[in-house]
């Protein structure tokens, strides 16, 4: 693995110069002395198998603060003020470790090897089909039965570019959950001091393999989980969405969405149009299908930063705007939140009471050439990025 780990190292910072999105300040009354960025590392508890895992919490200065832990690159908390300056966290997850390893939709994780759907759970490639596993009904989802959001990754918490960040790194050996090739991965967390919270990606594969990794926070940006998500106010930059069957896999061809609840092109309340009669909302039970982001029509060519998302929560204030180097981004409006899972400090999630934003390539694109590619060959590197830029108005 020498030569994957020489590759990683000459690209896994080369993305931070692309990140752009809004500069919306949120500094308030209560922050006109910036404080010194930090980063510290705490016990989080350890595993059936005895394994001790680690929390990383991240603060910039301006008192913006993220908690992660190395069991799935899980985001366990993230903190950001309100127009008032009150800080409150915006995603949804457990108080302790044994919570995400009992029962996680995966909340905050890193998800992987493949995000999203892979239909009948298999895919040929270089002439040989791989099985994986059916954990979605009859398609395979999120990197099957022990993906990436329940690995131990190696963590290294370093200062650089104007604030604090977190390396996590593992090997997802060959034939890992079906999938070929020794995978060397590094996730970089940053927090930047411009309330930044940015996702570098970078791999590298001795065998020819399929990669779509995402990060899978739930949000809520009422702050501590208030009430559902349905007022929170979106933007997706994008002309076309991608119909699926009932099993959520992807038709395979884009449809316009203009005249359909599905469009986000002007900022529109999430739960405006979620109940209409529409087949493919009743399929998702909501909103749980990729946007193509619209590039072409921005002049932004592939690859490159793109804002693909803005969300305002207008009772707090809170802006939160995605910008990504990926070419869709999978909206999912909390469908199957219900009930059953108890927060932290106690609240119970119930329907649509958080929202996922999952940058990524297409569903189930291993089975659809004419889809942008996810496969990862020998000797090139994977490389992705995606920024979630606060602010309050």
């Not at 990383?56 to 690159?73: D, M, P």
């Not at 009150?86 to 390893?101: M, P, R, T």
């Not at 804002?307 to 204030?317: F, R």
């Not at 927060?343 to 929202?355: A, C, E, S, T």
């Amino acid at each position: 693995m020498k030569m994957l780990t020489t590759c990683l190292a000459a690209t896994v910072l080369v993305l931070s110069a692309c990140h752009s999105a809004g500069d919306l300040s949120t500094k308030t009354q209560n922050q006109s002395q910036p404080m010194e960025e930090n980063i510290t590392k705490s016990p989080f508890g350890t595993l059936p198998d005895g394994t001790s895992v680690d929390l990383y919490t991240l603060t910039n200065k301006n008192g913006l603060e993220a908690k992660i832990t190395n069991y799935g690159g899980i985001v366990v908390s993230l903190k950001t003020p309100d127009r008032n300056g009150k800080f409150e966290d915006i995603v949804l997850g457990y108080d302790s470790l044994a919570q995400y390893v009992a029962d996680n939709p995966y909340f905050g994780a890193i998800v992987g090897r493949y995000g999203n759907r892979i239909a009948k759970g298999r895919f040929t490639l270089e002439g040989k089909t791989y099985t994986l596993a059916k954990n979605n009904g009859e398609n395979h989802l999120h990197g099957g039965l022990k993906g990436f959001d329940k690995a131990v990754w190696e963590a290294s918490p370093f200062k650089a570019n104007g604030g604090v960040s977190l390396t996590l790194s593992r090997i997802s050996p060959d034939m890992e959950e079906g999938y070929p090739g020794n995978l060397e991965l590094r996730v970089i967390y940053s927090l930047t001091n411009d309330d930044k919270f940015q996702i570098e990606y970078s791999a590298a594969s001795d065998k020819s393999t399929h990669i779509n990794l995402t990060h899978h926070s739930y949000f809520n940006l009422t702050g501590n989980a208030k009430r559902d998500i349905l007022g929170h106010v979106l933007n997706i930059n994008s002309r076309a969405y991608m119909p699926v069957d009932s099993g959520l896999i992807p038709l395979g061809f884009y449809k316009m969405l203009a005249g359909t609840p599905f469009d986000f092109q002007q900022p529109k309340p999430i739960g405006q149009d979620i109940n209409a009669a529409d087949e493919q909302l009743k399929f998702g039970q909501g909103y749980d299908h990729c946007w193509v982001l619209t590039r072409e029509a921005a002049a932004i060519p592939d690859g490159k930063m793109f804002l693909a998302a803005t969300v305002y929560e207008p009772e707090s204030g809170r802006v939160m705007e995605i910008s990504t180097t990926e070419p869709g981004i999978q909206f999912y409006s909390g469908n199957f939140l219900d009930g059953k899972y108890k927060g932290k400090g106690g609240v119970v999630y119930q329907d649509r009471w958080g929202f996922c934003l999952e940058t990524q390539h297409m569903p189930d694109s291993p089975n659809h050439p004419e889809y942008p590619p996810t496969v990862l060959s020998p000797g090139f590197i994977y490389s992705s990025a995606t920024v979630h830029k606060f602010s309050v108005k």
